[in-house]
T-cell receptor
């Protein structure tokens, strides 16, 4: 158990809908990262937050947004969903947010039908 | 641009043998490298890391080697077991300190 909690584990929705994925980082970690992993693909970095502020942005679509709250949990919002958004979405956390190992949650499997 | 790549997408190893997974990187300024293991349906799990001031680092049954001259990183797993079956990812820190991930190598253990 990495200490990173993601909910829900599975999510099935329809095209055009909006969903919210939730992540609680390890106790003491200030930074949260979101990754997307399509079937049998690598990890695509979406966005990183550190202590409530956006620190880095990767290949995140404009239809997607995220935030980190004062209690350090984070949410990833995906809107106007398309079939191609079906993927595993991972949250990871780290202590300081740079040059260090990340601890990953077990992911949210999103299926857009 | 910066990139991290893997030489072999799939590696088959006999149970009990040693496994070597290779990774090439392009950013000579990277100072932190890391290996993750991802089992089917699970999140990536940290295996071992190494900083650029080292050439070798050992963990439990795993060793990471860093050759900065040829920008090559490898993960050695001793006495490979069925539980080692997974996809292995290497990553390096890029110019903005974000991890740049390789495509992954699938390790298959033959009984």
């Amino acid at each position: 158990d990495s200490g990173v909690t993601q909910t829900p584990k599975h999510l099935i929705t329809a095209t055009g809908q909006r969903v919210t994925l939730r992540c609680s980082p390890r106790s003491g970690d200030l930074s949260v990262y979101w990754y997307q992993q399509s079937l049998d693909q690598g990890l695509q970095f979406l966005i990183q937050y550190y202590n409530g502020e956006e620190r880095a942005k990767g290949n995140i679509l404009e239809r997607f947004s995220a935030q980190q709250f004062p209690d350090l949990h984070s949410e990833l919002n995906l809107s106007s969903l398309e079939l191609g958004d079906s993927a595993l979405y991972f949250c990871a956390s780290s202590v300081q947010g740079a040059n260090e190992k990340l601890f990953f949650g077990s992911g949210t499997q999103l299926s857009v039908l | 641009g910066e990139s991290v790549g893997l030489h072999l997408p799939t590696l088959s190893v006999q149970e009990g043998d040693n496994s070597i997974i290779n990774c090439a990187y392009s950013n000579s300024a990277s100072d932190y490298f890391i290996w993750y293991k991802q089992e089917s349906g699970k999140g990536p799990q940290f295996i071992i890391d190494i900083r650029s001031n080292m050439d070798k680092r050992q963990g439990q049954r795993v060793t990471v080697l860093l050759n900065k001259t040829v920008k090559h990183l490898s993960l050695q797993i001793a006495a490979t077991q069925p539980g080692d079956s997974a996809v292995y990812f290497c990553a390096e820190t890029g110019s903005n300190y974000q991890l740049i991930w390789g495509a992954g190598t699938k390790l298959i253990i033959k009984p």
